[in-house]
């Protein structure tokens, strides 16, 4: 067994968020994920991606408030960042402002749309959507607009109206946009090289499905 700390923002750690004025709807999705205090979980990965072969990895991941999260397994899995920020928390690195696009539909569900843009050049991204569903206050969707990584859809889905956590989680990305070292895919993962060549332009995903245990709230 492996071990793999993430060092990305601690994911349902202390708030970054500036004094300026941000939307309360985002402001009242961020207070509960704060109440998340640890987790341990179980993760499935599956990758639709054209040119890639490769079986379903598991791996298992640990929060502890405070703490980066770390990730175990057997074989090395590549699992996104943006896809472990369940709680937006590489959105509010960096100062931003909010504008809310008001009343929307998303797949049969009433939405609240929200935009966020950075205010500064050191974010990694150029404006990010936020689909929020208001009876739940769970987010459902979120499009974020690199600046060196293309487009990221990532839609979420939970067991329950009051789950905080999702259980599912699908990462969709433009395919020229990221790199994928084989090493990172682990040894049974095959690429088809002339394959990925005619897919430049073409869009992948990543699925993950999540089973959480020993979960502590406030």
Sequence with gaps: MRVFPLFILTLLGASLLSAQEIDPMLVAVKQRADSIVSFQASV??????????????????????GSPISISSEDFVMIPKRGLDFTLNELYRYP????????????????????????????????ASVWIAPESLQVLKTQISTKKNGVYDIFYTYSG?????????????????????????????????????ESAQERGAIFLTIKYSDLTRL
């Design 44 to 65: 499935q990965m599956e990758v639709d991606i054209s040119f890639v072969n490769m079986p379903k990895k598991e791996a298992e991941i640990r929060f502890k408030k």
């Design 96 to 127: 931003f402002m909010t504008h809310s696009l008001g009343k929307v539909q998303l797949e049969g569900r009433n939405c609240q749309l929200i935009k966020i843009i950075p205010t500064t050049d050191a974010s990694d991204y150029s404006i």
């Design 161 to 197: 109206i009051r789950e905080i956590l999702p259980s599912k989680i699908k990462v969709a990305f433009e395919v020229s946009g990221v790199k994928i070292p084989l090493r990172f895919l682990g040894r049974d993962t095959q690429i088809d090289k002339d394959k990925k060549e």
